[in-house]
């Protein structure tokens, strides 16, 4: 009785086992085997866990690259306006390798024809190692060995909510598969935001030699040229978004403005070498960047900017050129320290000082 109880329960168990894993191998909801089944929305919420498997099963021709302020694109409007179908390649950081292994995964599995790639500024002086293992990244879902997926294809989060939460969001609501990784909906963009979250550092440091981060530069540039030079058939179009001026302000204080500055021109004057490169700047985009409502804090926008900067690609406005780069830095400068002397005044009442420092 025992050794027969033994063995329907062993049968029982794995058979319990298996039902679970071939559950979540047909849902699948970080999208590692397939697409989205037929009647079923790609729903995106969880980019840590979702991004690499969508680059490996999705069909797409496009991809919108960059960091969390990307996440607010709504990639119908690329498809709208390029006439391609796009999905995003996010990584929060945004340093130039993580996004760089993401574009490896990418063109691995399709032919890309546009890569509309935000360029933060800090991304030029990040380490260029990728993170994703270093932050605590799912490395089972980012490999391609389907051995170690055990710990997806026997998880109760995903049988009992991702799985639910997307068969949810397939039939009930407007979700917009769009949206991708959105997060804009649940925040508030306003002066009181930003200013409330800025820790101002009391005094100024001194200013960084202009090729502070000439190294790690190189390094970052050599990665991302890599890309462009190993696929001259796609077309990239760079640009650098507009932070705040409360940036600038906190660039100033930093010690930072003049070797952000020097990056900046200095990868304008490499990426421009290359003839599948367009490139874009938003920086000194004075209406934008001094309207403080447009911000949640220093570098996060609301989506009506996402929106701005893609009508300007479709238009080709704020294209940096050969021949206009250095005039617009000089511009991007003079605005910088007009910040500090002048456009920051209003408000240092309400800036809240690091007594910490």
Not at 176 to 186: C, F, K, P, R, V
Request: with cysteine; aromatic share 16%; net charge negative.
């Amino acid at each position: 009785m025992t050794k027969k109880f033994l063995k329907w329960f062993i049968i029982g168990s794995v058979s319990l086992l298996l039902l679970c894993m071939g559950f979540v191998v047909l849902f699948d909801p970080f999208y590692q085997y397939h697409k989205p089944l037929p009647g079923l929305k790609a729903v995106l919420t969880d980019k840590e866990y979702q991004c690499i498997g969508t680059l490996k099963t999705f069909d797409y021709d496009s991809l919108i690259v960059g960091s969390s302020v990307s996440e607010n694109y709504n990639n119908h409007w690329f498809d709208d306006g390029f006439d391609c179908t796009s999905i995003k390649a996010i990584r929060s950081y945004g340093a130039t390798a993580d996004l760089c292994y993401l574009l490896d995964v990418a063109f691995a599995h399709q032919d890309i024809k546009y890569v509309f790639y935000n360029l933060d500024p800090s991304a030029l002086s990040a380490d260029p190692v990728p993170t994703y293992e270093s932050t605590g990244c799912p490395m089972y879902l980012y490999d391609d060995n389907h051995f170690n997926d055990i710990e997806y294809l026997l998880n109760k989060d995903v049988l009992f909510e991702k799985i639910p939460y997307m068969v949810a969001n397939s039939f009930i609501g407007d979700y917009d598969e769009g949206l991708s990784y959105n997060w804009a909906q649940w925040k508030n963009f306003n002066e009181d935001m930003i200013l409330g979250l800025y820790i101002r550092r009391p005094s100024v440091a001194e200013m960084k030699p202009a090729d502070y981060y000439q190294d790690t530069l190189d390094k970052n540039l050599a990665l991302l040229t890599q890309q462009i030079t190993a696929h001259p058939e796609t077309e990239f179009k760079i640009f650098i978004p507009p932070y705040s001026m409360i940036w600038w302000d906190n660039m100033y204080r930093t010690g930072e403005t003049e070797s952000y500055l020097y990056n900046m021109e200095y990868a304008m004057e490499q990426l421009l070498a290359y003839d599948n490169v367009d490139f874009y700047f938003f920086l000194n985009d004075r209406e934008i960047v001094t309207n403080l409502d447009n911000y949640m804090d220093l570098l996060h926008f609301s989506q009506d900017i996402n929106e701005y900067i893609y009508h300007s690609l479709v238009s080709d406005s704020h294209r940096v050129t050969k021949e206009n780069y250095k005039e617009i830095i000089e511009d991007t400068r003079s605005f910088s320290y007009e910040v500090v002397n002048e456009l920051i005044l209003p408000y240092e009442d309400r800036l809240i000082v690091d007594i910490y420092e």
